[in-house]
């Protein structure tokens, strides 16, 4: 179940390429890798640093232009 600022996380599974450069940038330890989807949990700060360092530009904040 999704709650909270962590709806505003999207990842485009097509993508994706499970790099796991996201897991290893963020500072809050907020991601997981998952067989198919990167989850996020609550600890995320909304700095971010996954979204930049993704090299597929997989991952968008929704309504962040
Ligand atoms: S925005 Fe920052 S804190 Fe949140 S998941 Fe991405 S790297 Fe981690
Ligand atoms: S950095 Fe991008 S491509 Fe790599 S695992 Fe994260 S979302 Fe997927």
Do not use: W, Y
């Not at 962590?6 to 809050?28: R, T, W």
């Not at 600890?43 to 309504?63: E, H």
């Amino acid at each position: 179940m999704k709650k909270d600022k962590l709806d505003e996380f999207e990842v485009d599974i097509d993508k994706c390429m499970h790099c796991g450069a996201c897991v290893g940038s963020c500072p809050q330890n907020a991601i997981t890798l998952r067989e198919v989807l990167i989850e996020f949990n609550d600890d995320c700060n909304l700095c971010k640093r996954c979204i930049k360092v993704c090299p597929v530009g997989a991952i968008t904040l929704v309504g962040d232009d």
